[in-house]
């Protein structure tokens, strides 16, 4: 007789095949979630969604492409996460479609687990991509800064915070083209009667955390979307973090001096003055 797990396995297995899809090996893993690989009979290779991961979505005309998938269990996460993250999560990015943020294509929800499927990023991360070549040079670097400010900027005008901006979640698509990923810490910037709305929780990177955040204060998350779009830049400009995150007192301290220094020597010193004035 076979056990309830292996009917619940099979059930998933049979709802996702209906839809194009087939479930593979974990590839990674996140703090709230499991990255699985998905084949369809195809061979397997390596994927990006905030961490690496693989899918293969094929459609009724025959055409398989590949795509990413987040696989969230709703048993092993965290209480404030199911009960809080995850739905604003699945809203929001219900309701964005932008060229420079990741495309939801399905969201499959059934005995206690969400697959959200994705478009792929191919090229890796942004973090990645400067470890392997450096500071970019300043024409890249505004090439990028003006897809991520139009993204951000199409986020708030739906008054949607993401507040986990950072080189790790944003994805390159091609050398020319990024995209944002990871909705898991978004929100909502107003209330139902359209109240603005501050955030009191400490949300994202502490390298890339405003001084309200370290503080604990209530703050307003778009501003805290600018202030790691800045630190985003800076990092695209110098391949270095704009802070020391290791001692947060010290790091507090330098951000409300404005201590921000561009090193001086070799390709970090090309930086331009306007483009310091904007990232100060």
């Not at 604003?88 to 309701?95: G, V």
């Not at 991509?129 to 986020?155: N, T």
Request: include cysteine.
């Amino acid at each position: 007789m076979p056990s309830l797990k292996l009917t619940v396995e099979n059930q998933v297995s049979y709802t996702l095949q209906r839809k194009g899809y087939r479930l593979g090996r974990n590839m990674a893993e996140g703090s709230y979630c499991k990255v699985k690989m998905f084949d369809n009979g195809l061979n397997s290779a390596i994927c990006v969604f905030d961490i690496l991961q693989l899918a293969y979505k094929t459609y009724d005309s025959g055409y398989t492409k590949k795509v990413a998938c987040k696989v969230v269990n709703r048993g092993t996460a965290s209480q404030e996460f199911v009960s809080k993250f995850l739905p604003r999560e699945l809203s929001i990015i219900r309701s964005i479609r932008h060229p420079h943020i990741v495309n939801l294509l399905d969201i499959v929800d059934m005995h206690g687990t969400v697959y959200i499927f994705m478009d792929l990023c191919e090229k890796g991360d942004l973090l990645e991509f400067i470890r392997d070549r450096g500071p970019l040079p300043e024409s890249r670097a505004r090439h990028y800064a003006r897809q991520l400010v139009s993204a951000v900027d199409y986020l708030h005008s739906l008054d949607i915070s993401h507040r986990d901006l950072k080189c790790e979640n944003i994805l390159l698509c091609t050398r020319e083209r990024l995209k944002i990923t990871d909705f898991g810490f978004a929100r909502w910037c107003r209330d139902d009667a359209g109240r603005r709305i501050l955030s009191d929780t400490f949300c994202g990177s502490a390298a890339y955390a405003a001084p309200e955040i370290l503080q604990g204060t209530p703050y307003n998350p778009k501003m805290y979307d600018a202030w790691s779009l800045g630190c985003v830049l800076y990092i695209m400009l110098t391949a270095t973090m704009p802070f020391d995150d290791t001692n947060m007192k010290i790091m507090l301290k330098n951000q409300l001096n404005r201590c921000v220094n561009f090193p001086r020597q070799g390709d970090y010193s090309r930086t331009s003055g306007s483009a310091k004035r904007l990232v100060l």
